[in-house]
């Protein structure tokens, strides 16, 4: 089956510092693409930033990085020199192939001032 | 458009009524998807149109849910027959052929059924 895992349904982080967002996934596929996208209370879906998986290096956008394991089948989102605009609720995603992209179940991050 | 317009953004129904969820994808986007959100959870794929092949309505919960696609542009999502279970935010989202680039996401609508 192909799943994707966010185990942190929430987490908060001091403005100014760094926080890891971790989602996992289960494929059989090997080649595939990856994203993460942020939900603030508005509810418009905003694509952070997107990951090949056949490329080794690291996606980054910006305060956005990707640490993509895919052995692992890992791909973790690090946001650097948190803002109180990235609080929002932030979706992995996986596009398997013929237009099944699957959406993990969110993480709410809060970052405080 | 510069963006996946949906409408109305609001909508309070009576249990039983029908209601319509209007989304206007961005010119050219050949792809347009349809998700729900419950409160607090992820998403779930309802349908997807490409182009002027046949929609994927694999993820239809039941025959009260139907979508149409006119003209490859715009595209309407009707729930007969209301239950208070389909109170949720119904999302939609285009891209060009695919997901591979990611999808441009509209504002959702969110549906209230009492």
């Known amino acids: 089956a192909q799943t994707v895992t966010q185990s942190q349904p929430e987490m908060s982080v001091q403005e100014a510092e760094t926080v890891t967002l971790s989602c996992t996934y289960d494929t059989s596929e090997n080649n595939y693409y990856l994203f993460w996208y942020k939900q603030p209370p508005s509810r418009q879906m905003i694509l952070v930033i997107r990951q090949e998986a056949y490329k080794q290096q690291n996606a980054t956008e910006n305060r956005f990085s990707v640490n993509f394991q895919k052995a692992a089948k890992s791909f973790s989102l690090k946001i650097s020199d948190s803002q109180l605009g990235d609080t929002a609720m932030y979706f992995c995603a996986f596009d398997f192939g013929n237009n099944d992209m699957r959406f993990g179940a969110g993480t709410r991050l809060t970052v405080k001032p | ?114």
């Open chain 2, 1 to 114: 458009g510069a963006g996946v317009s949906q409408s109305p953004s609001n909508k309070v129904t009576e249990k039983g009524k029908d209601v319509e969820l209007r989304c206007d994808p961005i010119s050219g986007h050949t792809a347009l998807y349809w998700y729900r959100q419950s409160l607090g959870q992820g998403l779930e794929f309802l349908i997807y149109f490409q182009g002027n092949s046949a929609p994927d309505k694999s993820g239809l919960p039941s025959d009260r849910f139907s979508a149409e696609r006119t003209g490859g542009s715009v595209s309407t999502l009707t729930i007969q027959r209301t239950q208070q279970e389909d109170s949720a935010v119904y999302l939609c989202a285009s891209s060009l052929a695919g997901a591979n680039y990611g999808y441009t996401f509209g504002s959702g609508t969110r549906l209230t059924v009492v």
